[in-house]
């Protein structure tokens, strides 16, 4: 009994080690495309820490023995345990309500939102890549909706994020006129903020159409909704290549902002 109970024990080890091991090499691919985030290093910091504790456990509990502190070190073994399966229960629910969120479809008469990512230089990052393109194709579809383009300058970028979102979208048809730029916000909530200022000028509604990732629209809808717009979603696929960076960090920044 004992000895395929060892086996098994064995078994999974391996199973665990293989899952951490990639969940390692997950969060690292957006690094060679030069997407290196809070969110893709903390995955990183947590699978390498999983790995480690898998590898060193049996020396670790054999000097806890030898030193007489085996029950002090198998508690605190414990609640680590404890607390790794809370956060991923945690991360299944939060990524729940992000799926949910993705499929809030708009009308077609609402304004679109085209939320900002990183440009490098002039040229839109991937992600904003994708974010124009979704835009682009949904205002094609709906001629007589306005579009708001949101986002400032960051370091790094030698335009505004809201200004290459007009030009690739001038490029890909959409009337100028149609375009109205906000070109200061550093953040979700500034987006939203001085959108909405932008709205009330030009009497557009409150009903919006949000431009982001999947993975972006719950938090987008959550931030939307405390400055008073009614918001659907026109989502953005992420590039299966940073999805692990952007996916992370977007769960640390709807934990902080329903925690904090």
Not at 190 to 203: G, Q, V
């Amino acid at each position: 009994m004992n000895m395929q109970r060892g086996n098994w024990m064995k078994v999974l080890k391996g199973i665990l080690a293989l899952l951490f091991s990639a969940g390692f090499v997950w969060f690292l691919i957006p690094a060679f495309v030069r997407v290196v985030n809070i969110g893709n290093v903390f995955g990183m910091a947590v699978c390498a820490s999983l790995l480690l504790w898998l590898c060193f456990f049996p020396r670790l509990r054999a000097l806890a023995q030898r030193r007489g502190r085996l029950r002090p070190f198998l508690f605190a073994n414990r609640a680590l345990a404890v607390l790794f399966l809370a956060g991923f229960a945690w991360a299944a629910v939060l990524t729940g309500l992000m799926a949910g969120a993705a499929f809030s479809a708009p009308k077609g008469t609402e304004t679109a939102v085209v939320l900002g990512s990183q440009v490098r230089g002039t040229e839109p990052s991937l992600d904003l890549w994708a974010r124009i393109d979704a835009a682009g194709e949904w205002l094609s579809r709906n001629p007589d909706a306005a579009c708001v383009a949101s986002g400032g300058q960051g370091e790094g970028e030698l335009v505004s994020e809201a200004s290459v979102i007009r030009d690739k979208l001038v490029e890909r048809g959409i009337a100028p006129e149609r375009i109205y730029v906000e070109d200061t916000s550093g953040s979700t909530a500034e987006n939203l903020a001085n959108t909405r200022k932008i709205l009330e000028e030009h009497r557009l509604g409150t009903s919006v159409a949000i431009v982001t990732d999947e993975y972006h629209q719950f938090r987008a809808g959550l931030v939307a909704k405390g400055m008073g717009l009614s918001s659907s979603a026109v989502c953005a696929r992420t590039p299966w290549h940073i999805l692990s960076a952007c996916y992370m960090r977007e769960l640390l920044a709807i934990t902080a902002q329903l925690v904090l």
